[in-house]
């Protein structure tokens, strides 16, 4: 079993064309799953509950009498939790000691107190930090689980200080996810439906007689997901709209070439659509990765989705050196950034742009994914960009504060008025010009 890796050369006259044509990816906006999810969303809004059970007992093949059937009690969490063997249990709390930890540091570090300042004339200006107050979560199910997301999307927000967190997770013939459940009791959850899909998002947003409208909207899903948290943005927030699961390494030919095979497969065994892109100046060493993922390819239990992946959206890139290497880096804006390399530190001080940073050859992604502290929630398809991992700062809003002196009225008043008429809209002016003296 094997499979041939599209190659690149930056010394080529069409570099940039070719690797903007890898890069090219169009978040499925397709127009019947847009109408569906806003079919659903219109549904669940008319007619709330009776729509959400209509739409789960027919896409999950349950048989609920009512949604309230489909809420799982605090208990049954817990038990979930102690019926963990004992490692995977173990496991499970280690990663969420270090992602709370990870995240509280964050929050003292964004100043969560906000701030207030005095002017000279007594005017007080400032910013208040607050959390949401309700937040839902989003955890894809079916085809596979993810305790990981639990822990990633809610702990933060429980850092934050979230009023209250609403977990909904599909459960297809009505299978539960132990380790999923087990997760959202260490992480905090408040509640949790097993509901799932566009009418899920719907509910959240809108809310129900049984499920409550939150504030934001976090976490992954399917095609009519993202339709749905399209459709819904403005009512609540949401994180993002994500695309595939990417990696970019930048390699200096330094770290066992097997390795990096495998930090590639762990990405592109996401689904066809996922991305693994290998940067380095040194085309033996790019050959020599090749060679590693024909040999360990056919052990990997998914190594048709693999295959596909590397095919259809993977490449090696040869560059002259690593400040090239660093250059495209930028320019990609990778999700995953590894760098593995014997100096890491001197080539992250050249990136700009990277969801996250994993430094060294023993920094695997997949340490990110779990277990390292950081959240995985990361921007995909070039948006890191402009965008940042979920953090706590995603669950807090800020409000300025103004508070005005007689005395500052004074001053302020003058210079209010004036714009206020330079824009034609006296009102504004007089409301100014009535404060002094």
């Known amino acids: ?27 499925s906006e ?40 489909l809420e799982i009690p605090r208990a049954e969490r817990q038990a979930a939790l102690a019926g963990l063997p004992e490692a995977r249990r173990h496991a499970l709390q280690q990663a969420a000691d270090r992602v709370r930890a990870y995240h509280e540091r964050q929050k003292k570090e964004c100043g969560s107190d906000g701030f207030l300042f005095t002017e000279a004339d007594g005017t007080v200006l400032g910013q208040k930090v607050t959390a949401l107050d309700k937040v839902g979560i989003y955890v894809p199910g079916g085809k596979a689980a993810y305790p990981s997301s639990v ?11 979230v009023g209250e967190i609403i977990m909904v997770v599909p459960t297809p013939d009505g299978v539960k996810n132990s380790l999923v459940l087990a997760a959202a009791e260490i992480a905090g959850v408040d509640r949790v439906f097993t509901i799932g899909g566009a009418q899920a998002v719907a509910a959240l947003a809108y809310g129900t007689a049984t499920i409550p409208q939150v504030d934001k909207i976090v976490g992954p899903g399917n095609a009519y997901v993202a339709a ?23 390699a200096d030919g330094s770290t066992d070439p097997d390795w990096v095979a495998m930090d590639l497969f762990s990405q592109a065994e996401h689904d066809e659509l996922a991305q693994s892109i290998l940067v380095c100046p040194d085309a033996d060493y790019l050959t020599r990765v090749q060679a590693s993922v024909n040999t360990l390819l056919a052990e990997m239990p998914r ?20 400040n090239e290497a660093c250059d495209i880096a930028n320019t990609i804006a ?11 530190q001197q080539w992250a001080d050249k990136i700009r742009h990277a969801g996250a940073m994993f430094l060294g050859k023993f920094s695997s992604e997949s340490l990110g994914d779990y277990c ?15 965008s940042s991992p979920l953090g706590v700062y995603d669950f807090q809003k800020r409000s300025s504060i ?26 504004h002016a007089r409301s100014a010009e009535l404060r002094l003296k």
Not at 305 to 310: K, T
């Open 1 to 27: 079993m094997s499979v041939v890796i599209r190659q690149l050369d930056s010394t080529e006259r069409d570099f940039h064309q070719r690797l903007m044509a890898v890069l090219a990816f169009e978040a």
């Open 30 to 69: 397709d127009e019947a799953i847009d109408r569906v999810a806003a079919d659903i969303i219109a549904q669940v809004r008319l007619r709330g509950d009776a729509a959400l059970l209509d739409y789960t007992n027919k896409f999950d093949r349950l048989n609920a009498s009512s949604i309230q059937a």
């Open 151 to 161: 822990l990633m999307n809610a702990i933060p927000a429980k850092v934050a200080g």
């Open 228 to 250: 749905a948290k399209r459709r819904v943005f403005g009512v609540v927030g949401i994180d993002m709209i994500a695309g595939p699961s990417e990696i970019l390494i930048l």
């Open 303 to 322: 190594h048709d989705v693999i295959r596909i992946s590397l095919t259809n959206r993977g490449a090696l890139v040869k560059v002259r050196d690593m």
């Open 334 to 344: 990778a999700e995953h950034l590894e760098i593995s390399a014997e100096q890491p």
């Open 372 to 386: 390292a502290g950081p959240n995985h929630v990361l921007p995909t398809s070039r948006t890191a960009r402009f």
């Open 402 to 427: 103004i508070h005005v002196s007689q005395s500052g009225a004074q001053t302020l008043g003058v210079i209010a008025a004036e714009l206020a008429y330079g824009e034609g809209l006296p009102a």
